[in-house]
């Protein structure tokens, strides 16, 4: 009807309108059998080239809590997805996985339901499917079962979810992060606040190293090139920068501890100097440096005030980092 039309509209046919012409016409008859394979061949890469930006765009709208936009991306992905590698492949999982999200975020958990078990039979099918996408699997099953109120099986989801995260990416991967997030909030909910804290703390390391090396080697590249700035579009620059994606978990995540921290009847203030230490770094790298100032100096600010200041002078040097450069927010 005309409001999905509407919904499909905002959601991604307007990015992709022009983009699905060519996909959606016939090639003409009067070719050979070499310029019908190639042709074949640019539909593919279309088709393909189409399935991530959907996905991208519906991945975006659930990190910003946008999950009723989110759901008409991801069913176009998932048409599409249909159409390159059949209905039974494990390329539809991720497709099915962002429409379990975007259901269970608006609140239609029946419907999420369903798309966690299409995404489950087609991994359970596949002997070979990678660690990649059964972590996966198992966190989005965790989330819809902590929002079913399920904090049990939630709880074993994503335990099965930081144990494939981790065998797959690393112990202190941001991969693996993820899913201690998500345990933590659960552990929160139930006020078992010891192993809420335990696992943010966990949370907050794991990005604070991932955001010191970022930063190391984003000065690095500035020292060795004096004509490249924070701000310049420059391959080697960007390969070392986080994606988007990444960026936007990041912000979120790191929030959230944040918010937590601040909030607790008993104050952690090394704990919240350490995520403020992480946040100061993230938006110094994506060039919020207004609020990379901000975050900065409330974490040095509490870091004067603890009998340890081993963070000090790295902040400081953040600092300086942060203040050398014009602000671009």
């Known amino acids: 009807d005309v409001d999905h039309q509407k919904a499909d509209w905002v959601s991604i046919h307007e ?7 060519p996909i959606r016409t016939s090639l003409p008859c009067l070719l050979s059998e070499k310029e019908r394979e190639h042709g074949m061949e640019q539909l593919v890469k279309r088709q393909k080239y189409i399935i991530n930006l959907a996905c991208s765009t519906a991945q975006e709208f659930v990190l910003d809590g946008k999950h009723k936009e989110a759901i008409p991306a991801a069913l176009r992905a998932l048409r599409l997805s ?26 239609h958990l029946p419907q999420a339901s369903k798309y966690l078990s299409q995404a489950q039979w087609i991994v359970l099918r596949t002997p070979d499917c990678s660690g990649a996408v059964q972590y996966k699997l198992h966190r989005s099953l965790g989330l819809f079962c902590a929002a079913e109120g399920n904090f049990e099986q939630a709880l074993y989801h994503l335990a099965n979810d930081i144990y494939l995260a981790s065998s797959t990416f690393g112990l202190k991967s941001i991969e693996t992060s993820g ?47 004096p004509e490249t700035s924070l701000f310049t579009e420059d391959n080697e620059v ?22 937590v921290r601040e909030r607790a009847p008993k ?39 603890l009998p340890q200041q081993e963070s000090l002078e790295t902040i400081g040097h953040l600092l300086k980092l942060i203040n050398s450069k014009p602000s671009h927010t």
């Open 267 to 305: 104050q952690r203030p090394g704990e919240t100097a350490r995520v403020l230490h992480a946040l100061a770094m993230l938006y110094y790298l994506i060039m919020d440096l207004s609020k990379a100032r901000e975050v900065g100096m409330k974490a040095f600010d509490l870091v004067k005030q």
């Open 15 to 21: 990015r992709i309108c022009q983009l699905l012409i």
């Open 179 to 225: 899913g201690y997030f998500h345990m933590a909030n659960i552990f929160f909910r139930q006020n078992k606040m010891d192993i809420a804290n335990s696992l943010y703390a966990e949370v907050t390391d794991i990005w604070h190293a991932f955001l010191v090396k970022s930063v190391q080697a984003q000065e690095q590249i500035l020292q060795s090139r």
């Open 238 to 259: 960007s390969e070392d920068r986080m994606t988007e994606a990444q960026q936007a978990e990041a912000i979120r995540v790191l929030n959230a501890v944040l918010d």
């Open 82 to 107: 249909t159409e390159v590698y059949g209905s039974n492949s494990v390329q539809l999982v991720p497709a099915y996985l962002l429409l379990a999200e975007a259901s269970t975020g608006a609140g």
